[in-house]
């Protein structure tokens, strides 16, 4: 019988914020795979806790997943462990689950500390949606392109950085996304923990003090693509708009309908206006 994959998520710097369920995995099973065998070493150690450890880090990632995959075939139960908070988050672990599941291994994740998730609760940005992009791209027309993609995305955006980008990403975030509210997370469950908040311009002017890990929330764009697009049209008079939509290869019928729909008004109000020209 197949061992079980465990995806178990450790402290992303408290070390009280692991659960005695991940303590109980990591002390059951075969072997623990780290990202960085010698940082898990530290939390073991402060654990007690004494386990084969594997690297398992994104350079190896694939070939290492069907090397694990193996070890589970032949049964042994493994844990996926990251440096810091959830396996799989901006982090390895999405390629063995993907390699386990074809293999009908079953996938065990033990839930715990994840950066991105506190610092949105604690942000005081809406919650209900969000969009999570993880790390930028290091190469600057591939972050641009990223950020153009999502300028008009209402849902509230949630980024990780690395210290010595911070200043650069938040210049690149301030001309595509424009001056939005934004919340820097900081350290969160560390000594310094502290929530930033304000302007993106204004942060930028303090930014020489900060210093530590940091997650970056941003407020979404208060108006949709679709909500620009409607303002933009009911700015043209009504004989614009209809030359827009005709330029589209809408019908007559489906133009009046169009624009009232865009105007928020009955259609044959719009009907009667092209009928008496
Ligand atoms: N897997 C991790 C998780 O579940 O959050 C994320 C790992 S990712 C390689 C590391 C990034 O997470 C950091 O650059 C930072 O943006 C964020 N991060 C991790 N720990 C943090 C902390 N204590 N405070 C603020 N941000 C943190």
Do not use: W
Request: glycine share 6%.
């Amino acid at each position: 019988m197949s061992g079980k994959l465990y995806l178990v998520a450790t402290p992303i710097g408290n070390l009280e914020d692991i659960t005695l369920r991940a303590l109980r995995i990591l002390k059951e099973v075969d072997i623990i795979a780290a990202e960085d065998t010698r940082h898990t070493l530290g939390l073991l150690n402060h654990f007690e806790i004494s386990k084969p450890l594997i690297s398992y880090y994104k350079q190896n990632e694939s070939t290492r997943s069907a090397e694990l995959v193996e070890k589970l075939k032949e049964g042994k139960d493994i844990a996926i462990v990251s440096d810091a908070g959830t396996p799989g988050i901006s982090d390895p672990g999405e390629q063995i689950v993907r390699c386990a599941i074809q293999e009908k291994i079953e996938i065990v994740p033990i839930p715990g500390a994840c950066a991105f998730v506190n610092a949105l609760i604690s942000s005081g940005m809406p919650t209900r949606e969000f969009c999570f992009l993880g790390f930028l791209s290091m190469v600057k027309k591939e972050r641009k392109e990223t950020l153009e993609e999502i300028k008009y995305e209402t849902k509230t955006l949630i980024f990780y950085e690395a210290p010595h980008k911070l200043k650069n990403t938040l210049e690149n975030m301030l001309e595509i996304l424009g001056n939005r509210n934004i919340v820097l997370a900081r350290e969160i469950t560390k000594i310094h923990e502290e929530f930033i908040r304000g302007k993106i311009s204004n942060i930028l002017e303090n930014l020489e003090e900060i210093k530590g890990e940091f997650v970056i929330i941003v407020e979404g764009n208060c108006e949709s693509k679709k909500d620009i697009e409607i303002k933009n049209l009911n700015q043209m008079n009504l004989d614009e708009q209809y030359k827009f939509y005709e330029n589209q290869g809408l019908s007559k019928k489906e133009i009046i309908k169009q624009i009232a729909k865009d105007r928020n008004v009955n259609k044959n109000e719009i009907y009667q206006y092209f009928l008496e020209k």
